[in-house]
């Protein structure tokens, strides 16, 4: 167990919906990162926040947006969903800027039908 | 652009030695990171190099040759368990850009 939690576990959702996947980090830790992984994309960045403010963005889509509140968690936010969207979506922790070593949560399998 | 190339598959005995590769072609390189992730896991940090040489975790080891953007895992005494797939993920525009391969698929056999 990485101490990262992600909410909820699966998610299935029709195209054009908005769902939020939300994530609790590591006691401690100050940066949250998004990543997704799909078959076609492999596993790609989205975006980092540290401290509550973005710190750098990956290949984030303009449909998503992310933010990290003062108690440290973050939600990820999807919308106008695309089947292209199906993925599983991470979220990792770590106490430092850089995400050299970044700790994991169990992920949000997302679903578009 | 980022590309980092690894082997799709690789086969290796249980007790044996395998070493994954890892090339990159990444402007800005700081370093490379090394991750596990079992079918419908997370994935989990094995390792971190930012400079040249081998960095070494148990039965688990990393190299890097900036010169050459090379890198690789080395992992030795193999047990089942360790089937699993790894990538490599690239560092570069001061942390803020991180690449990952596509990932070996790792099959440890008895």
């Known amino acids: 167990d990485s101490g990262v939690t992600q909410t909820p576990k699966h998610l299935i959702t029709a195209t054009g919906q908005r769902v939020t996947l939300r994530c609790s980090p590591r006691?401690?830790?100050?940066?949250v990162y998004w990543y997704q992984q799909s078959l076609d994309q492999g596993l790609q960045f989205l975006i980092q926040?540290?401290?509550?403010?973005?710190?750098a963005k990956g290949n984030i889509l303009e449909r998503f947006s992310a933010q990290q509140f003062p108690d440290l968690h973050s939600e990820l936010n999807l919308s106008s969903l695309e089947l292209g969207d199906s993925a599983l979506y991470f979220c990792?922790?770590?106490?430092?800027?850089?995400?050299?070593?970044?700790?994991f949560g169990q992920g949000t399998r997302l679903t578009v039908v | 652009g980022q590309s980092l190339e690894q082997p799709s598959e690789v086969t290796a005995v249980e007790g044996a030695i395998v070493q994954i590769n890892c090339t990159y072609q990444?402007?800005?390189?700081?370093?490379l990171s090394w991750y596990q992730q079992h079918d419908g896991g997370a994935p989990t940090f094995l390792s971190y190099?930012?400079?040249?040489g081998l960095e070494e975790t148990g039965r688990f080891s990393s190299f890097l040759s900036r010169s050459d953007s090379y890198g690789y895992l080395l992992l030795q005494e193999l047990q089942m368990k360790d089937s699993a797939s790894y990538f490599c993920?690239?560092?570069?525009?001061?942390?803020?850009?991180?690449?990952f391969g596509t990932g070996t698929k790792l099959q440890v056999i008895p």
């Open positions: 993920a690239a560092y570069s525009g001061g942390y803020q850009k991180v690449t």
């Open positions: 006691s401690g830790d100050l940066s």
């Open positions: 990792a922790s770590s106490p430092y800027t850089e995400n050299t070593e970044a700790f």
């Open positions: 990444t402007s800005g390189f700081y370093g």
């Open positions: 190099n930012a400079l040249d």
């Open positions: 926040y540290y401290n509550g403010e973005e710190r």
